[in-house]
């Protein structure tokens, strides 16, 4: 009862702190902004996504609000189509990534030394690899399909949160209350889960914002380079691709989306940067 | 003439207002030494900073002067209090371990200040100076010290280099704010009597800022005693420790334990109010035993009692003179040898390839409480850790009623586990900070005992009533607890196995006397009531007398006296035993 209603509510304290400051609630509104604009985006569009409107790169008017792209499609509507694929690719990545990063480093941090040393060296292994580079490589290898790319993306995220979910994990095996937990013969899996794991939320929160914005970047990215989803979709990051060589005609086909991403990216950026200052206050509070 | 002249400081938070000491006035000669006493939370490093024109970040000097050789230090420009620090008033840390910069060498670090406020003097002057103070402070001035970093002298070193470092200028007045805190006693007294002599001989005034009444008591010429950001009594050290009239330093005084074994320590309930707390009327109102209605109302004022001495109080003068609860002589009775507790024999404990413990041996009685004592890095954590399966890096016997103990609290038996419990230093790193506490406690009794639901917030609620915490402390987090009451929770979640045996690993150590003194009383109660034997490790000897039947004093890994109590301290056996009963502190 109390047991499980607790945590909660300290992480509801945070949550109430960060949202007081003024960075998290732009953070909040522009987040807030870009997220309706890919739920809800497609019910506003004036037309369909790639049905041909006008001549391309034809220039604004009163019917078309930001003019037409290569082809002659809607860039408008385009636009209010083609944050879905982007914004929820990012999100399952990022939820996949950090969840395997933090089952990881977990395990690591309360593993024995040498088990902990093999662990973490495999995982440097990991690292070596660029993330875009991994996710052309595989996206390539096996072809693009949505999956394949939140897995992908996902799976470039785990390695560098284990890094971080160990260090903090790490520092939190040596207070006393783990061997307190210890002395007692607690199993392993219940000081990860109730000991080891209610001191890394803040941590972890700061992790999985990061995460987010390099989940953007590169989901934007392999769509700009064309592994991503394929013509004629709307997407942002293909938006971008295909509408760059005639950006000095048409320039809103590819600005548009990139300020999208933008926006999106500061705005996760905002909350996490707000969170963190509040963990920290909070955290220092409580070790003394 | 005073060099020192303080005048109705106030100190306030500059967000809200609150104020976090409140009209402080003392004085200090030439040469004298005022000791500022008083409990965690009290100001007592609040005034002490503002003396040097410091005050924490978003708190001000809201009212009253400072006076200190002449130079007005309230609302003095930055670069003008520059030019006093380090020159006229000189600072010593608390901790010297993170106040000497790390990079740089003793010598450059002592040549600092003396580079900044005599510019005009040649490197030769200021070298001789450095040579001089270093002798001064009983280290050596050879060449090869002085090259040496931090990192390569040891902890009591450290300290002296700090002072010598604070009187390299011949300042006036210097500040002291724990300097002795985490010495040895043996290194405390050797820099206690340092500081004195430097003071005496040059005739620098000083404030010695500290929470031990003890340590206080040998050094000091004039006593200040603080409560809630007020001194509530201020007079010479006899007045003080001898005729005190406040209520509260006649309860701090009985909460001190007493090296001679006269007397039983005697806690303080509750804890000092911090600054947005206090109440209304006198701040020690609600913990004092003298409180009439007018102590609640109103603010009491400012008496003289004697030219030195003053008071604030409204019941000083009816208010109990505390008898001292004589101790009663505990010794041996019997040492059958059949019903050992917990017997430790031959016990070799390494880390690594270095031996850390050597040939130990205690035995322990069904309710006997048996003291372990030493000086840091005596190993006597290392062995407690071993008894509590936290340490398996040993050979030796460990036996529990006769039966061989696994070395690994995993490798254990669960009854043996919950018989055995474990009791940290720090109170503030023992208990998971992301948990309310009375799951906490209640997570032993389902795991001991399968207990949950209301049958365990009904266990929860007794063992809550054994350590005298308040019910309602059950949904509180952590960080929500005093150091005090966060030590009682870690008590209460070891009684709640009912053990046989607890490990008490410097329990009090990072408490103020009045509640040490109240955790002694409890652990004292539950001794009667519980017969759970206790292991009590401590570098305090005088608190051992008030708790333990027996004592072993370690050194370096071995023990070197090993038998009861009162026979140990009344004739020790061992020229280590004697040397740390001659240093620690007492009141005389």
């Known amino acids: 009862m109390a047991k499980t209603l607790k945590p909660k509510s300290q992480m509801r304290v945070l949550t109430a702190l960060t949202f007081k400051q003024t960075y998290a609630k732009i953070g909040a509104v522009l987040v807030g902004a870009i997220i309706f604009i890919a739920l809800f985006g497609p019910l506003f569009a004036p037309h369909t996504f790639d049905e041909f409107i006008d001549a391309p790169n034809a220039g604004r008017s009163p019917q078309l609000l930001l003019g037409a792209d290569y082809l ?217 | 003439m005073s060099v020192v002249r303080v005048e109705n400081i106030d100190i306030a938070i500059t967000r809200g207002g609150i104020k976090i000491v409140e009209n402080i006035s003392f004085e200090i000669a030439p040469g004298e030494i005022l000791g500022l006493v008083g409990e965690s939370g009290s100001g007592k490093t609040t005034v002490s900073m503002a003396l040097l024109g410091h005050t924490r970040k978003g708190a001000v000097i809201e009212a009253g002067s400072i006076l200190i050789d002449g130079h007005q230090i309230v609302g003095a420009k930055e670069e003008d209090l520059r030019a006093l620090r380090g020159g006229t008033i000189a600072y010593v840390p608390q901790d010297p371990g993170t106040a000497l910069n790390p990079g740089l060498r003793i010598s450059k670090q002592i040549l600092e200040s003396l580079e900044k406020h005599h510019p005009e003097q040649s490197s030769e002057v200021h070298m001789e100076r450095v040579r001089e103070i270093l002798t001064e402070v009983a280290l050596p001035s050879d060449k090869d010290f002085l090259m040496r970093y931090p990192h390569q002298l040891s902890g009591g070193q450290q300290q002296r280099v700090a002072i010598a470092i604070a009187f390299a200028c011949r300042p006036k007045v210097i500040v002291c704010d724990e300097p002795t805190t985490g010495l040895d006693v043996t290194t ?55 005729h005190s009239s406040h209520p509260y330093t006649r309860r701090l005084i009985r909460a001190l334990p007493d090296i001679a074994g006269r007397n039983q320590i005697l806690g303080i309930s509750g804890y000092a109010p911090m600054p947005w707390e206090r109440p209304a009327g006198c701040a020690f109102a609600p913990r004092c035993a003298d409180a009439q209605a007018i102590c609640s109302q109103e603010v009491p004022s400012h008496t003289q009692l004697t030219p030195t001495h003053f008071i604030d109080c409204h019941r000083h003068k009816d208010a109990t003179k505390i008898a001292p609860t004589p101790r009663v002589d505990r010794d041996l009775v019997s040492a059958s040898g059949e019903s050992f507790l917990l017997s430790i024999d031959g016990l070799d404990g390494f880390y690594g390839s270095r031996q850390v413990l050597f040939d130990t041996n205690i035995h322990i009685e069904p309710g006997e409480c048996v003291a372990l004592v030493g000086e840091s890095g005596s190993g006597k954590t290392t062995l407690s850790r071993c ?174 006296e090993y038998g009861g109590i009162d026979s140990v301290f009344n004739s020790p056996k061992a020229d280590y035993t004697s040397r740390l009963l001659e240093h620690t502190p007492s009141l005389k």
């Open chain 2, 188 to 242: 405390q007294s050797r820099v206690l009597a340092t500081i004195r002599a430097l003071c005496r001989e040059h005739g620098v005034a000083a404030l010695y800022v500290s929470h031990d009444l003890a340590v206080v008591s040998e050094l000091a010429d004039n006593v200040a005693v603080m409560y809630a950001g007020k001194i509530v009594e201020i007079g010479n050290r006899d007045e003080i420790f001898f």
């Open chain 1, 72 to 288: 002659g499609r809607d860039v408008w509507t385009r636009f209010l189509c083609g944050g879905r694929s982007i914004i929820g690719l990012s999100f399952a990545s990022t939820i996949l990534g950090v969840g395997l990063g933090l089952i990881i480093g977990l395990f690591a941090a309360s593993a024995k030394a040498r088990t902990d040393a093999l662990i973490m060296r495999g995982n440097d292994i990991l690292l070596a690899f660029p993330q875009i580079v991994f996710v052309l490589l595989v996206v390539s290898g096996f072809g693009s399909s949505i999956f394949l790319i939140a897995i992908t993306v996902g799976f470039t995220h785990a390695p560098r949160t284990a890094r971080i979910i160990r260090a903090a994990a790490a520092e939190v095996m040596e207070r006393d209350f783990i061997k307190a937990a210890i002395a007692v013969g607690e199993k392993r899996r219940r000081i990860i889960l109730s000991e080891l794991l209610p001191n890394v939320t803040s941590p972890l929160l700061v992790e999985f914002g990061l995460r987010m914005t390099y989940s953007i970047g590169l989901v934007a990215a392999v769509s700009f380079l064309g592994l991503g989803l394929q013509p004629p979709a709307a997407d942002w990051g293909l938006m971008i691709n295909e509408n760059r060589g005639s950006m000095t005609v048409q320039p809103w086909a590819v600005l548009t989306p990139i300020f999208a991403i933008a926006v999106f990216t500061i705005g996760v950026n905002f909350i996490t940067d707000s969170f963190a200052k509040v963990a920290i206050g909070i955290d220092r509070k409580g070790k003394e």
């Open chain 2, 387 to 560: 008894i509590g399966g936290l340490h398996d890096d040993y050979t030796g016997s460990i036996s529990y009623f006769g039966t061989e103990l696994g070395k690994h609290a995993m490798e254990r038996k669960k009854e043996q586990r919950r018989d055995i419990q474990y009791i940290f230093q720090s109170p503030y790193a023992s208990i998971n900070p992301r948990r309310p506490i009375g799951a906490t406690i209640g997570r032993q009794l389902d795991l001991f005992f399968g207990l949950k639901g209301t049958e365990a917030q009904l266990r929860i609620k007794e063992l809550l009533d054994l350590v005298s915490l308040p019910h309602s402390i059950v949904t509180s987090f952590p960080d929500q607890l005093s150091g005090g009451e966060r030590q009682r929770v870690a008590i209460a979640r070891a009684l709640a196995a009912q053990p046989k045996l607890i490990v008490c690993d410097e329990i009090t150590s990072a408490l103020d006397v009045s509640v040490q003194a109240s955790v002694i009383e409890t652990l004292n109660q539950l001794r009667e009531s519980t017969q759970v034997g206790l292991l009590f490790v401590t570098h305090n000897l005088a608190l051992t007398r008030t708790i333990a039947d027996r004592v072993a004093v370690m050194r370096k890994g071995t023990i070197v």
